[in-house]
Structures are given as C-alpha cells and as structure tokens.
T-cell receptor, first 114, second 115 residues
C-alpha cells in the first residue's frame, strides 16, 4: 500500500456521532484524495486536495468535511449529516493534482455506523 | 458525462489459461486509462496506464492492456493466469489534460483463477 497509512482499519460508531478517519502519506505527494467504496459500485470521490491548505468537493461531499494543514495529512470527518455513512473509505495520493497521474492508495478504513 | 463499463461482474479462468477482463469507456476527447487491482480488505494497487503512444501497454505482474480507440475499449490481459491473480479489478478513465478529480472508476470485475 506504498507509503500511505490509514487508521483505524475498522471503526464502529453510533448514529449521530461525528467520526474522523486518519490518512497520512510519506511519499511527498502534493495531491490527496478520499474515496468511498460500496459493494458493487466503483469508487466515488468525496474530497480532494491538490495542495496544502486547499481542498475541493468531489462528487459526493455532502455530510463530509476535510482539512489539509500539512502536506502529509488529509483527515476526513464523517458527520452526523451523512445519511448512509457505513462504507469502506479509501485515501489516495498522487504526485500532483494537475494531471491524472497514477494514485497510491492506503489500506482503507471500514466504517460501520449503527 | 464520462463513464466506464466493466460488463462482467465475475470472470473465472483456469490456472495457466490466458485471461481477459473487459473495459469500455466513454469520454470527451482523448482519454487517460488505468487499471487497478484490489485484494480483499485492501486498498487499490496501480497496474498500468495508457496516456499516449503505443496502444499495447505493459504493466505490473505480467499484465498488459490494449487501447482500441475505435471500439473505445481498454481490455486487461495476461497470457497465463496464476491463482494469485484472483482479485477485484477496476478500470478507470479520465479526460486528457485533467487531474484525478475527473477520474471515473468502473464497478469492478472479480477475477477468480481456478487451480
């Protein structure tokens, strides 16, 4: 999984609670991404950041928030406003965000909300 | 809007036989095309990409893919399958000159290699 760590691997939360997923990379990549993976679906982009202190909404940003205060870190908060938060969350990085370079993915966090 | 189709949810191949995982795409202009592989409960791993140039692209673990512009396809192939190739494979497309924020993934094809 090449230099990207995500923690925890499994996360359980009660409905109505916010939860933050960690993503750290030591690849010196400028761009970082958060995806959501559901069974039988492709990956869907939640948020992305092309550079420190800047981030943009992806296709399914509602109910999520992010920050990018350091180049190596891009935490994702799943808020209580996210209607269906149970999913497998993947963090990725690429050399930069200007072009479609290959991405390096972390091992993922499986979030279960009951 | 761009899209990726992986028409087979499941592909079964006997060990030692050639394998093909199909992908067709729709995008405005010229595409960037990728194949990624995912092992159970793991993140995706990059296999290969087509950006420009030779239509036959070689990647990791003996995999290759052929870009066919007229058929808008980018099928993944390997001459001789291994049991360790069993995994979930994703095709992805992005319009040229954009970043990964425009990358669209297919729904995945589960490849099972039968010993």
């Amino acid at each position: 999984d090449g230099g990207i760590t995500q923690s925890p691997k499994y996360l359980f939360r009660k409905e109505g609670q916010n939860v933050t997923l960690s993503c750290e990379q030591n690849l010196n990549h400028d761009a970082m991404y958060w995806y959501r993976q559901d069974p039988g679906q492709g990956l869907r982009l939640i948020y992305y950041s092309q550079i420190v202190n800047d981030f943009q909404k992806g296709d399914i940003a509602e109910g999520y928030s992010v920050s990018r205060e350091k180049k190596e870190s891009f935490p994702l908060t799943v808020t209580s406003a996210q209607k269906n938060p149970t999913a497998f969350y993947l963090c990725a990085s690429s050399i930069d965000g200007v072009r479609t370079y290959e991405q390096y993915f972390g091992p993922g966090t499986r979030l279960t909300v009951t | 809007a761009q899209s990726v189709a992986q028409p087979e949810d499941q592909v079964n191949v006997a060990e030692g036989n050639p394998l093909t995982v199909k992908c067709t795409y729709s995008v405005s202009g010229n595409p960037y095309l990728f194949w990624y592989v995912q092992y159970p409960n793991r993140g995706l791993q990059f296999l290969l990409k087509y950006i420009t140039g030779d239509n036959l692209v070689k990647g990791s673990y003996g995999f290759e893919a052929e870009f066919n512009k007229s058929q808008t396809s980018f099928h993944l192939k390997k001459p001789s399958a291994l049991v360790s190739d069993s995994a979930l494979y994703f095709c992805a497309v992005s319009p040229k000159y954009f970043g990964n924020e425009k990358l669209t993934f297919g729904t995945g094809t589960r490849l099972t290699i039968i010993p």
